[in-house]
């Protein structure tokens, strides 16, 4: 079994009550993480030190070891003497695979982070026009997404990113070359619209002809003759419509598997589908399928997606 463990290293402090909440800190996240070991170290004041803890997890079998600087900057510390450090566990333990993760000046909301804690000493109103708070709050995910992606990705990845409050989100889109080109032109001719949950058609107010089959007649019965959900079901009840339409899945992994099933089984293949089901099982796995597929696609890396996801894809492109 390949065994991962994650070390948050820290300077170090010669003061006991910051030494605690780092590993108070490292405990609550230890928690969170079930299935890998999340262990402490100090680089440089206190112990245990980061040679140490490498050590004990390198004699109990760990071949995966990771480290997380816990810096608040890039400094020396950073980018010479950790990076020298683990160079050398590295020649010390070839059979360790070790990854070097950045610091915490890479994280995207620690600008916004800062402006929570000091908006009130800088006089921000708290009643703003609802298109004031709109637009100050694009203009500042925007920026935070200007290295990631350009032009009408960047809008769209902005309206994700905007609809959940989180950047991660946003980051892990992917395009296909062609997605937002054929975006604009399923909406330009209106073509039909399908989605795999009511909660999406909900979220596209200003679209028309969108169709749901979930909680169609005959929709619950289908999905039990074909030992399936009925958002897969209503997939294939509505594949008559799919060929060449938008389709929006913002919820149901099956859904996104049955719209793969039809595309080589059946050659209907959609204009454009706007993949980004959300959960734990099977959801990243469709969404890597998808964009494996040769299908033009806008979906996301990993578990994370959702309704309002979707919605706000949808929506960008309709305001491009």
Excluded at 157 to 173: E, I, M, N, P, T
Aim: proline share 5%; glycine share 8%; net charge neutral.
């Amino acid at each position: 079994m390949n065994k991962k463990a994650v070390i948050i290293l820290a300077h170090g402090s010669r003061n006991h009550q910051a030494r605690e909440s780092f590993l108070n800190m490292v405990e609550v996240v230890g928690k969170r993480a079930k299935g890998c070991s999340i262990t402490p170290a100090f680089f440089s004041l206190g112990g245990p030190s980061l040679e140490s803890v490498v050590q004990e997890l390198v004699s109990t079998k760990y071949s995966e070891i990771t480290i997380f600087p816990y810096f608040l900057f890039d400094g020396n510390h950073v980018l010479k003497d950790i990076p020298a450090l683990v160079n050398g566990l590295q020649a010390a333990h070839p059979d360790v695979v070790f990854r070097l993760l950045d610091s915490l000046e890479h994280e995207p909301l620690m600008p916004e982070m800062i402006f929570e804690r000091i908006w009130e000493c800088c006089g921000q109103e708290k009643y703003l026009p609802g298109m004031e708070i709109e637009r100050a709050s694009l203009d500042f995910i925007q920026d935070m997404l200007d290295n990631i992606f350009i032009g009408a990705e960047q809008k769209i990845a902005a309206r994700v990113v905007h609809s959940s409050a989180d950047f991660s989100l946003g980051h892990s889109l992917r395009f296909h070359p062609q997605a937002v080109k054929a975006g604009l032109e399923c909406l330009g001719r209106k073509k039909k619209i399908i989605c795999d949950v009511n909660m999406v058609r909900s979220a596209l107010t200003s679209c028309q002809d969108v169709l749901c089959a979930i909680d169609q007649p005959g929709a619950g019965q289908k999905a039990l003759t074909m030992n399936v959900t009925r958002s897969a079901a209503g997939m294939e009840m509505l594949a008559p419509h799919l060929d060449g339409a938008m389709v929006v899945i913002g919820n149901a992994p099956t859904a996104l598997w049955k719209v793969l099933d039809l595309a080589e089984r059946k050659n209907i293949i959609p204009g454009l589908v706007v993949g980004v089901p959300v959960g734990f099982v099977g959801a990243a796995q469709s969404k890597e399928a998808l964009i494996k597929s040769g299908l033009v696609y806008i979906s996301n890396l990993g578990p994370k997606g959702g309704s309002p996801v979707a919605g706000a894809i949808v929506n960008a492109m309709l305001k491009l």
